[in-house]
């Protein structure tokens, strides 16, 4: 059967990436309803830890696509769960600091760009913005499918029913936190009656199977297998692999000629995809950098 590839999903540029930093914004201006909304955000507000434009970016990427029952961003704080524990971002943690994505790089990035006719100008003006990470990488994988030919806001409704329907729950609800994400074997089973089309529930279901089975999507890992191994599956192509690569592989050079928010800040900033050659070996942070300019 022909592949459907999560590329697809965002390629619509600004619809996505543009979309989901607006959604992000709103969602910061957002005034509490009741007396007890206004408390807690006033609670929320008092612990906020004081953040730069680079910290600022990370929570309104990961706000922006939090997913009900796993997630929950406000007051500038962003939480999730994660093996059966709440981490928050900028915590303590191996989990947390995934999460935040790596200074060093960022700061290797920004050296290597800073002279760069495109994205020297990018840099100058939001200097050290980083790669945002995973706390796990079949989960991200699982989302990119559930996103394909979707808007950002109802891939996050499609993640959340599958929360809701496979994922563990805690042992007592905090806040908005609810379940933890589900595991291979229990997206797999659930796969069938989510509310997709047929080929990307097929697509889903034969992830589910082959993290169950093994595959490993995460850090210090093979590259190239894992990016091959993930282009064998229905349903992906290399959007999705590179989109992985990107977030979870932690491949520093990951790049998406394909995804039309790409496409849309290069042709906005006069640049043709020829570029990017001159942006190696840190071709994921000028992505970064493309989607942040929209």
Do not use: K, N
């Amino acid at each position: 059967m022909p592949s459907i590839d999560a590329d697809e999903h965002t390629r619509t540029g600004p619809a996505t990436e543009a979309d989901a930093h607006t959604e992000a914004v709103h969602a910061a201006r957002a005034v509490p309803v009741t007396e007890a909304d206004a408390h807690t955000e006033a609670v929320h507000a008092a612990r906020a830890v004081p953040v730069t434009d680079a910290d600022a970016h990370i929570q309104a990427f990961l706000a922006a696509r939090a997913v009900p029952g796993i997630e929950e961003a406000r007051a500038g704080r962003y939480r999730r769960t994660y093996r059966g524990a709440v981490i928050e971002l900028g915590g303590p943690g191996e989990a947390a600091r995934r999460l935040r994505g790596s200074d060093a790089a960022a700061a290797a990035a920004d050296a290597h760009f800073a002279r760069d006719p495109v994205l020297g100008p990018l840099v100058a003006a939001r200097p050290g913005l980083r790669v945002p990470g995973t706390v796990d990488g079949g989960e991200l994988a699982i989302r990119a499918v559930l996103g394909q030919q979707v808007s950002v806001a109802a891939a996050r409704t499609h993640a959340g029913r599958l929360v809701a329907a496979a994922g563990e729950p805690l042992p007592a609800p905090d806040g908005a936190l609810t379940h933890c994400w589900p595991e291979p074997g229990a997206v797999a089973e659930a796969a069938p009656s989510l509310g997709l089309p047929r080929a990307r529930r097929v697509a889903v279901a034969a992830l589910a199977g082959a993290l169950a089975d093994g595959l490993r999507l995460e850090p210090g890992g093979d590259l190239a297998a894992a990016r091959g191994a993930l282009l064998e599956l229905p349903g992906i192509g290399p959007w999705t692999a590179d989109y992985v690569a990107l977030r979870a592989l932690g491949d520093p050079d990951a790049w998406l000629p394909g995804d039309l928010g790409v496409r849309h800040a290069l042709a906005r900033l006069g640049a043709g995809p020829e570029a990017a050659e001159a942006w190696r070996p840190h071709r994921a942070h000028a992505v970064i950098r493309l989607w942040a300019s929209l």
